[in-house]
């Protein structure tokens, strides 16, 4: 009887609305018994098998419906989702094309073809899905957010604001909006904004684990870390097998100068996900700090083997070995550079990795060719003008000329902390690496603390043109001791922070922490600047690096602001020559020792044996003996470095 076929799959509907997925099988089941060609009861029965996840009965049925009926297009577009789950992408798109070529406005067979299209990296074709999607219907919020999602991943980040906005503004509870665009603001450095945004994700759904790791991320930025873990260990309450938060947690702890800490969460990231190769790069990272370049290298190799075009993986790797002709990893560089798909970002990895190839390589004229074109390119992907830092420098030196009064007194703190500043590649590691040596000394490494602190304090006095008052100061205080100060889980009495720019901060420094020791490290100014600029400085803090020019007028200004802070806080900053400590290592030493206050501690000649992790281009060189004679390596380059030379007026700075 067709009506009793009927009865059956209007039955089975409604036991399906009402979350009764086994009856309803049954329902449809009869219905088909009745009458074998009953596309919709077929259909029926595969959206109920699809429901319970039961994929492969739900194939068979789509296939059914699509045999009795082969024009019906959502079978064709369910069938390509279920193609989709279970990794057949093939049969996935010749299934949403299928739907498209019977319905050119089915629209979720365009949002599905371009997820699909997205995940096979085809996101060329992915855009030109979506926005065909959007000219069918302008206010399809899932296209919009993944339509986002796809302009994130290539970098046009404002692009892709656009979309989560239009999505939120269509449907203001749209979590995953929101969510997306919180991570969006966060890369764009819209702090304040970005944690709004994960926090509304969070209130519209609770456990939306992903929103907890953005809004981690986010609060990290801004420099609330007690905070952050606390997010990021909402996340794993949510979902103990999240490996990016667990990743997130080693990049916090790597940041707060604890690598032990950090190790452990990467590797509970990897227990999780095996094939995470941004774990296995920063392990690497954390390895080679430590001086254990094997471990580090395999690190490095592993991450390669999962991405085997990631440049930055290639300029990674090529830190830590000797290249030799037909070097496998050399013929690969050179193919990907080759490539007109790379991205900048990715080209001027792989000229900084093919650089120092052609260094181990003796040959000069590339290895210049390539460091100068990597150089250049950097420069222009940080928007870097020279100008900024040095008024930035002038305007340092205007403030401390009204702002030079005695301190208030404070309340002593616990921990006494010890500034190593200077240009980067002057010796900092190293020094740090013999102060921390000593029983009562914990080495932090590089501190970000400071200058997060300080940045807005100095930006507000822009603005308002006021004297600096001692709350300012006191501010800077509480918040370094809060971060790092009172976080020392040793028995250590003092703490270094190297951050070689602290240069710059030495009197927000000396007017928060009177009791603070500034050790100042001097070096030949043309080792610095060569050293400098045949590095990549990866986290783009550091814009003057990558031109001759740039570079020097940057040394010139530091040595007049060092000059300047000398003369403002006179006998409170103590200066070491690195060529001198490299030459009269024990008797420099004691003097350094002398100068931080410290007894003598034999360990201190032993840096090397050190393990705490150093985090800078210097970290295995620490962990060798005393080296002599490095501020001589750009000699053999000196034909290639006169704009430099000239630029600096070495020659005449030696008369």
Same mark, same amino acid.
């Given at each position: 009887?067709?009506?009793?076929?009927?009865?059956?799959?209007?039955?089975?509907?409604?036991?399906?609305?009402?979350?009764?997925?086994?009856?309803?099988?049954?329902?449809?089941?009869?219905?088909?018994?009745?009458?074998?060609?009953?596309?919709?009861?077929?259909?029926?029965?595969?959206?109920?098998?699809?429901? *319970?996840?039961?994929?492969?009965?739900?194939?068979?049925?789509?296939?059914e419906?699509?045999?009795?009926?082969?024009?019906?297009a959502?079978?064709?577009?369910?069938?390509?989702?279920?193609?989709?789950?279970?990794?057949?992408?093939?049969?996935?798109?010749?299934?949403?094309?299928?739907?498209?070529?019977?319905?050119?406005?089915?629209?979720?067979?365009l949002?599905?073809?371009?997820?699909?299209?997205?995940?096979?990296?085809? *996101?060329?074709?992915?855009?030109?899905?979506?926005?065909?999607?959007?000219?069918?219907?302008?206010?399809?919020?899932?296209?919009?957010?993944?339509?986002?999602?796809?302009?994130?991943?290539?970098?046009q980040?404002?692009e892709?604001?656009?979309?989560?906005?239009?999505?939120?503004?269509?449907?203001?509870?749209?979590?995953?909006?929101?969510?997306?665009?919180?991570?969006?603001?966060?890369?764009?450095?819209e702090?304040?904004?970005?944690?709004?945004?994960?926090?509304?994700?969070?209130?519209?759904?609770?456990?939306?684990?992903?929103?907890?790791?953005?809004?981690?991320?986010?609060?990290?930025?801004?420099?609330k870390?007690?905070?952050?873990?606390?997010?990021y260990m909402?996340?794993?309450?949510?979902?103990?097998?999240?490996?990016?938060?667990?990743?997130?947690?080693?990049?916090?702890?790597?940041?707060?100068?604890?690598?032990?800490?950090?190790?452990?969460?990467?590797?509970?990231?990897?227990?999780?996900?095996?094939?995470?190769a941004?774990?296995?790069?920063?392990?690497?990272?954390?390895?080679?700090?430590?001086?254990?370049?094997?471990?580090?290298?395999?690190?490095?190799?592993?991450?390669?083997?999962?991405?085997?075009?990631?440049?930055?993986?290639?300029?990674?790797?090529?830190?830590?070995?000797?290249?030799?002709?037909?070097?496998?990893?050399?013929?690969?560089?050179?193919?990907?550079l080759?490539?007109?798909?790379?991205?900048?970002?990715?080209?001027?990895?792989?000229?900084?990795?093919?650089?120092?190839?052609?260094?181990?390589l003796?040959?000069?004229?590339?290895?210049?060719?390539?460091?100068?074109?990597?150089?250049?390119?950097?420069?222009e992907?940080?928007?870097y &003008?020279?100008?900024?830092?040095?008024?930035?420098?002038?305007?340092?030196?205007?403030?401390?000329?009204?702002a030079?009064?005695?301190?208030? &007194?404070?309340?002593?703190?616990?921990?006494?902390p010890?500034?190593?500043?200077?240009?980067?590649?002057?010796?900092?590691?190293?020094?740090?690496?013999?102060?921390?040596?000593?029983?009562?000394?914990?080495?932090?490494?590089?501190?970000?603390?400071?200058?997060?602190?300080?940045?807005?304090?100095?930006?507000?006095?822009? &603005?308002?043109?006021?004297?600096?008052?001692?709350?300012?100061?006191?501010?800077?205080?509480?918040g370094?001791?809060?971060?790092?100060? &009172?976080?020392?889980?040793?028995?250590?009495?003092i703490?270094?922070?190297?951050?070689?720019?602290?240069?710059?901060?030495?009197?927000?420094?000396?007017?928060a922490?009177?009791?603070?020791?500034?050790?100042?490290?001097?070096?030949?100014?043309?080792?610095?600047?060569?050293?400098?600029?045949?590095?990549?400085?990866?986290?783009?803090?550091?814009?003057?690096?990558?031109?001759?020019?740039?570079?020097?007028?940057?040394?010139?200004?530091?040595?007049?602001?060092?000059t300047?802070?000398?003369?403002?806080?006179?006998?409170?900053?103590?200066?070491?020559?690195?060529?001198? *400590?490299?030459?009269?290592?024990?008797?420099?030493?004691?003097?350094?020792?002398?100068?931080?206050?410290?007894?003598?501690?034999?360990?201190?000649l032993?840096?090397?044996?050190n393990?705490?992790a150093?985090?800078?281009?210097?970290?295995?060189?620490v962990?060798?003996?005393?080296?002599?004679?490095?501020s001589?390596?750009?000699?053999?380059?000196e034909?290639?470095?006169?704009?430099?030379?000239?630029?600096?007026?070495y020659?005449?700075e030696k008369l």
């Amino acid at each position: 009887n067709p009506n009793e076929s009927i009865l059956y799959n209007i039955s089975g509907v409604c036991l399906k609305a009402n979350g009764k997925l086994e009856m309803a099988a049954q329902s449809f089941k009869s219905a088909i018994n009745l009458k074998p060609d009953f596309a919709d009861a077929h259909y029926n029965l595969a959206l109920t098998h699809q429901e *319970l996840n039961h994929l492969d009965d739900a194939v068979k049925s789509y296939q059914e419906t699509l045999a009795i009926q082969s024009d019906y297009a959502k079978a064709h577009n369910n069938l390509g989702i279920i193609y989709n789950e279970l990794g057949q992408n093939n049969d996935a798109i010749k299934s949403y094309k299928e739907a498209l070529s019977l319905q050119p406005d089915f629209v979720d067979a365009l949002n599905n073809l371009g997820n699909i299209q997205t995940e096979l990296g085809k *996101l060329d074709e992915a855009i030109k899905s979506y926005n065909q999607a959007l000219e069918i219907e302008p206010n399809h919020i899932e296209v919009h957010n993944n339509l986002g999602n796809i302009l994130n991943d290539l970098g046009q980040l404002d692009e892709a604001v656009k979309h989560y906005e239009k999505a939120i503004a269509i449907y203001p509870d749209y979590g995953e909006a929101h969510n997306n665009l919180g991570s969006t603001l966060n890369e764009l450095g819209e702090m304040d904004k970005a944690v709004k945004h994960c926090e509304r994700a969070i209130a519209i759904n609770p456990y939306f684990a992903e929103a907890h790791n953005n809004l981690g991320t986010a609060l990290k930025a801004f420099g609330k870390l007690d905070e952050a873990i606390k997010s990021y260990m909402n996340a794993i309450t949510i979902n103990p097998n999240f490996a990016d938060v667990f990743f997130n947690l080693g990049i916090l702890y790597y940041d707060l100068g604890q690598p032990e800490e950090a190790l452990n969460y990467y590797r509970k990231a990897l227990s999780i996900n095996p094939d995470f190769a941004a774990v296995y790069e920063n392990l690497g990272l954390i390895l080679q700090e430590m001086g254990q370049s094997d471990e580090a290298f395999n690190s490095y190799v592993y991450a390669l083997a999962l991405e085997p075009h990631n440049a930055n993986f290639h300029r990674n790797l090529s830190t830590l070995k000797n290249f030799k002709e037909g070097d496998t990893q050399l013929i690969q560089i050179q193919s990907l550079l080759s490539s007109s798909s790379i991205s900048k970002s990715e080209r001027i990895n792989l000229c900084f990795a093919l650089a120092k190839a052609y260094e181990d390589l003796g040959k000069k004229d590339e290895f210049f060719k390539i460091l100068n074109e990597g150089n250049k390119l950097r420069k222009e992907e940080l928007n870097y &003008s020279i100008e900024s830092d040095l008024k930035k420098h002038t305007k340092l030196k205007n403030i401390f000329k009204l702002a030079i009064k005695e301190s208030s &007194s404070y309340k002593p703190l616990a921990v006494r902390p010890i500034f190593i500043v200077g240009m980067p590649r002057s010796g900092t590691s190293l020094v740090e690496q013999i102060i921390s040596s000593h029983n009562k000394v914990k080495g932090a490494g590089e501190l970000p603390t400071l200058d997060n602190l300080i940045t807005p304090i100095f930006n507000a006095y822009l &603005s308002n043109n006021n004297i600096l008052s001692e709350r300012s100061f006191l501010n800077i205080r509480q918040g370094y001791t809060q971060y790092h100060l &009172s976080n020392i889980n040793s028995s250590e009495s003092i703490i270094t922070d190297k951050m070689p720019t602290n240069f710059e901060n030495i009197g927000f420094i000396l007017k928060a922490f009177p009791e603070a020791k500034i050790i100042h490290l001097k070096r030949d100014s043309m080792a610095i600047c060569w050293s400098i600029y045949q590095r990549y400085f990866p986290n783009g803090a550091l814009g003057f690096p990558y031109s001759m020019s740039d570079l020097a007028l940057f040394y010139l200004s530091y040595e007049e602001l060092m000059t300047f802070w000398h003369d403002s806080f006179p006998n409170q900053i103590y200066d070491i020559s690195y060529e001198n *400590l490299t030459t009269n290592q024990e008797v420099e030493t004691r003097k350094l020792l002398d100068y931080c206050e410290l007894d003598w501690d034999e360990n201190c000649l032993k840096f090397y044996n050190n393990a705490k992790a150093t985090k800078t281009a210097s970290a295995l060189q620490v962990k060798e003996k005393m080296y002599q004679g490095s501020s001589e390596a750009w000699k053999k380059y000196e034909a290639y470095l006169k704009p430099l030379i000239n630029s600096i007026g070495y020659y005449q700075e030696k008369l």
